[in-house]
């Protein structure tokens, strides 16, 4: 396997793990301002709790937005952080694409074509048969084609 092949996989596997992060930071922040906007809806003299553990605490109302909004504040910076990550594999991810496409100009990488050509990768980095190396990119030209 190549070392473009590898980074190829590992930037893709790293970006869907990253997208997916985001996506639960994005839920929570979200619930976060949710409950922000409630407890703003809410009168003054309402008295609030907050659940620690099995049991839940009276908490002084300027402490608990404080609170909430430091965790809002937190969790958008995380967010902000997750998608300067995530453009970065994806640009990863595109240079080692390109790499490989610069050794073997003659594919294209969609959808089987790029599942069959890294199975390709795998068979050559094992063989070191010649006759095999030429057996294949016959099969190759006849799946583009």
């Not at 190829?8 to 639960?24: E, G, I």
């Not at 952080?81 to 595109?94: A, D, G, I, R, T």
Request: glycine share 4%; charged share 30%.
């Amino acid at each position: 396997m190549s070392l473009s092949d590898e980074t190829l996989r590992k930037s893709q596997r790293a970006h869907t793990l990253t997208t997916q992060q985001t996506s639960v930071k994005e839920r929570e922040r979200r619930i976060l301002q949710l409950t922000i906007d409630e407890i703003g809806a809410i009168k003054e003299d309402v008295n609030l709790y907050k659940g620690v553990g099995k049991m839940f605490m009276m908490v002084p109302r300027k402490e608990m937005e404080k609170q909430l909004k430091t965790q809002e504040k937190e969790l958008s910076d995380d967010i902000a952080s997750l998608n300067k990550k995530s453009k970065y594999l994806e640009k990863q991810f595109n240079e080692a694409q390109a790499q490989l496409r610069d050794i073997h100009p003659q594919l294209n990488f969609t959808g089987k074509k790029q599942c069959f050509f890294s199975f390709i990768l795998f068979v050559v980095h094992l063989s070191s048969l010649s006759n095999v190396d030429s057996l294949l990119f016959e099969q190759i030209r006849t799946v583009r084609g």
